[in-house]
């Protein structure tokens, strides 16, 4: 008998046939009703059992999270809530489920519960539509780059290098903790250390990519990237996973450009091919929204507000407009926000970036033209000498999303900027090479992968969106 997922069975007219499948269960009523799941699609397969025809010891170990594999006819269902359901005629335990300790029972978790229970919690109607919408973005954003002529870059996991300059970084190392070789200076011997040098955990690949976007033209990387920032926050990940397109010779409205067809693309994807989860989903929302006070609650369902942004311009608003607003802005004037905007040059916590967004402009805001000492060391010097070509995507409900920018292309300035900052040449050698040979303008941006799953999913915490969150104090499973 052919075996099917549900998503099959249930999209397709079988009516009448002889099917089997397998999943685990959901629950069981009346000893004749199992609700199974094989998490190809949200919705179960009603089975229905006869249970004169089957032995009571076994029916017995039909409970809640145990595998089984059913194999019956496929007829029109009878009753209401389904479409088919399966005439069971064999019934295979396949992995029994102890109902008194599986921790997934039929009714509402909370979602700091199911964390502590992460390799059980995909089987959660939640979860299982979270990793589902998950997946799906992460194959549109490779498809969206494949069809627009990039190349997909696989840029190392360890380096030698700090990207963002920011050295929240983990360290590489196979020398002895306790007893580390030493200089005669009494610092770690690191040419010593498995490659002769201090290496550690890639904060962002984009370096590595600018060297390929000044050979193949326009490539991407989407990887694993890791902060050792103590940012213990629903936004912050120690691991998480970044989009990276750099694109030869584009400047900065080209990158904000990309940027927002990009996401808006990924997006409609979703709306597109992700349905029934995201209707879950913001069903879940909405549920969530009635336990918060009026004033925080979200006034666009999930699905509405993806269209919003999937059928609208983002707004493009620079660094010294947006502090304008924000010296003038009703709770910075009677302090209400944590850190209250004084002058130019003051860096935008993330209360800011949503005060512009949610409040403000009620769209995503494109943020460009930031002062260059708030910004990271690669990118390009505006004739002003004070700001930098760099772009931030801020969302509502969510803050940033993007942080890019046009590259410094010039070998001086960027020379000039690297001794300013205290960074050793020798160590960019590679990086200043590309500003050499055949340099010219080029552009990028980096799209936190976990933000865009939040924002699409309408989930509220970073560590709901993806497998297994590693946060301070936390690496289980
Ligand atoms: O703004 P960031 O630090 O930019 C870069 O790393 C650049 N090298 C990107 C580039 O130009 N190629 O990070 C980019 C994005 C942020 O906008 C945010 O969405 C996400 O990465 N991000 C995090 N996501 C989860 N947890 C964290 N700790 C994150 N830090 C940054």
């Given amino acids: 008998m052919k075996s099917y997922s549900i998503k099959e069975l249930l999209s397709s007219n079988l009516s009448l046939q002889e099917v089997s499948v397998e999943g685990w269960v959901k629950t069981f009523r009346s000893n004749r009703f199992i609700a199974l799941n094989d998490g190809s699609v949200l919705s ?40 088919v359901e399966i005439q069971v005629k064999e019934l295979e335990v396949l992995g029994t489920s102890d109902p008194d300790t599986y921790p997934i029972q039929p009714k509402k978790h909370s979602l700091e519960f199911l964390r502590e229970k992460a390799h059980l919690r995909v089987r959660t109607n939640t979860f299982a539509a979270v990793m589902r919408v998950r997946s799906a973005l992460s194959f549109a954003i490779h498809k969206y780059f494949q069809d627009n002529g990039f190349y997909n870059v696989h840029t190392p996991i360890i380096t030698g290098s700090d990207a963002e300059g920011a050295g929240e970084m983990f360290r590489v190392s196979t020398l002895d903790q306790k007893k580390p070789p030493l200089t005669e200076d009494g610092e770690i011997d690191f040419k010593q250390d498995f490659f002769g040098k201090e290496t550690n955990l890639t904060v962002s690949g984009q370096l590595e990519a600018e060297t390929f976007a000044m050979a193949l033209g326009k490539v991407y990387t989407f990887g694993p990237t890791f902060r050792a920032e103590n940012s213990n926050t629903s936004r912050h990940l120690a691991e998480f996973w970044m989009i990276e397109p750099e694109v030869a010779f584009n400047d900065l409205d080209a990158n904000m450009d990309l940027a927002e067809d990009f996401i808006k693309d990924v997006i409609n994807y979703v709306l597109e091919n992700c349905n029934e989860d995201l209707q879950f989903l913001e069903k879940r929302l909405i549920d969530e929204e009635k336990t918060k006070p009026q004033a925080e609650r979200s006034d666009m369902p999930l699905i509405e507000k993806l269209k919003f942004v999937a059928d609208n311009n983002f707004k493009r608003v620079s660094y010294t407009e947006a502090i304008d607003i924000l010296k003038n802005c009703k709770p910075n004037k009677k302090k209400k926000f944590q850190y209250v905007i004084e002058e130019w040059g003051a860096d935008l916590q993330s209360e800011h970036e949503r005060y512009l967004v949610e409040k403000h402009f009620n769209c995503p805001v494109i943020l460009f033209d930031y002062p260059a000492d708030i910004k990271a060391f690669y990118m390009r010097l505006n004739e002003d000498g004070k700001t930098v070509r760099a772009m931030d995507i801020l969302f509502p409900g969510i803050g940033e999303i993007v942080g890019g920018s046009q590259r410094e292309e010039r070998l001086d300035v960027l020379k000039e900027k690297v001794a300013a900052l205290g960074i050793d040449e020798e160590e960019l050698w590679w990086y200043l090479d590309l500003r050499k040979f055949g340099t010219a303008v080029h552009s990028g941006f980096g799209l936190g992968f976990e933000r865009l799953v939040l924002f699409a999913t309408g989930m509220g915490n970073i560590r709901d969106v993806i497998p297994f969150p590693r946060t301070p104090q936390n690496a289980e499973f």
């Fill in 44 to 83: 179960n397969i009603q089975c229905v059992v006869d249970f004169e025809n089957f032995d009571e010891a076994l029916l017995k170990q039909v409970s809640t999270g145990a595998a089984l594999k059913i194999s019956g006819t496929l007829v029109e269902s009878q009753g209401r809530g389904q479409s």
